[in-house]
C-alpha cells in the first residue's frame, strides 16, 4: 500500500495561519480527508473531499490539494485547535492509509 | 442520534483471541462502508479493515490472516475477530463509519465521519 508523508510537528502563533500538508502518489486520484484527535479523544472528522466541512467544525479550516501534495489550512489558530492531525485516503488496491500525524502546537 | 460503542476490549494472552463489537445507531451498518482504525499507544492511527455495503472485506497486511472482519444486519453491528494476537496488536481499536463520493472531475474521496469512543486492547503475559 501506498504511504502519506506528514510533517510530525507544527507550531503556530495563537490567531495566525498554519498549513499541515501530507504528500503521497495516492493523492494524485484521491482527495484526502482530515481527521484532528485531542489527547484521550477519538478522532474527528474536519475536512473531506476537495474542501467540505461536516457541520460543526469551524469555518477558519479548510483544505486544498495540488498533485500529490494535500493540504489542511487554519486561518486564525485558536488555542482549542491544538490536537493531532491525520491524514487519509486510499491507494490502488483499495487499502485505506493514513498519514504518520502532525501536532500542532499553539503559541 | 448517529453514535458507534464499541465493547469487547481487554487483556489478553499473546496467542490468545478477542471479538470486538461495535454497535451502531441512527444509521444502518450494512448500506456503509465500515471499518476499524487502532492507535498503539503514543503512536499514530493505523488502519486495520473495513467491510463494504456489499460485503467485500479487506485488511492490512499487519493482520492479514488473523483478524476478520463481519456484521450482523438483525444487531445492526460490525465486529472484528482478533486471532492469535500479538503484543504489537495491542492499542486502542475504534469503529468508523466510511462515506464516499465522485466529484465532477472524477476523483473519488472517502472520508470516515462517525468514530465510536473506542475499545482498549492489551495483549500481554
Known amino acids: 500500500s501506498s504511504e502519506l508523508t506528514q510533517d510530525p510537528a507544527v507550531s503556530v502563533a495563537l490567531g495566525q495561519t498554519v498549513r499541515i500538508t501530507c504528500q503521497g502518489d495516492s493523492l494524485r486520484s484521491y482527495y484526502a480527508s482530515w481527521y484532528q484527535q485531542k489527547p484521550g479523544q477519538a478522532p474527528v472528522l474536519v475536512i473531506y473531499?476537495?474542501?467540505n466541512r461536516p457541520s460543526g467544525i469551524p469555518d477558519r479550516f479548510s483544505g486544498s490539494s495540488s498533485g500529490n501534495t494535500a493540504s489542511l489550512t487554519i486561518t486564525g489558530a485558536q488555542a482549542e485547535d491544538e490536537a493531532d492531525y491525520y491524514c487519509?485516503?486510499?491507494?490502488?488496491?483499495?487499502?485505506?492509509?493514513f498519514g504518520g500525524g502532525t501536532k500542532l502546537t499553539v503559541l | 442520534e448517529v453514535q458507534l460503542v464499541e465493547t469487547g476490549g481487554g487483556l489478553i494472552q499473546p496467542g490468545g483471541s478477542l471479538r470486538l463489537s461495535c454497535a451502531a445507531s441512527?444509521?444502518?451498518?450494512?448500506?456503509?462502508?465500515m471499518s476499524w482504525v487502532r492507535q498503539a499507544p503514543g503512536k499514530g492511527l493505523e488502519w486495520v479493515s473495513v467491510i463494504y455495503s456489499g460485503g467485500s472485506t479487506y485488511y492490512a497486511d499487519s493482520v492479514k490472516g488473523r483478524f476478520t472482519i463481519s456484521r450482523d444486519n438483525s444487531k445492526n453491528t460490525l465486529y472484528l475477530q482478533m486471532n492469535s494476537l500479538r503484543a504489537e496488536d495491542t492499542a486502542v481499536y475504534y469503529c468508523?463509519?466510511?462515506?464516499?463520493?465522485?466529484?465532477?472531475?472524477?476523483?473519488?474521496?472517502?472520508?470516515?465521519?462517525?468514530w465510536g469512543k473506542g475499545t482498549t486492547v492489551t495483549v500481554s503475559s
Open positions: 487519509n485516503s486510499r491507494d490502488s488496491s483499495g487499502d485505506v492509509v
Open positions: 473531499g476537495k474542501n
Open positions: 441512527g444509521f444502518t451498518v450494512s448500506s456503509n462502508y
Open positions: 468508523a463509519r466510511e462515506g464516499r463520493a465522485v466529484t465532477k472531475d472524477g476523483y473519488y474521496y472517502y472520508y470516515m465521519d462517525v
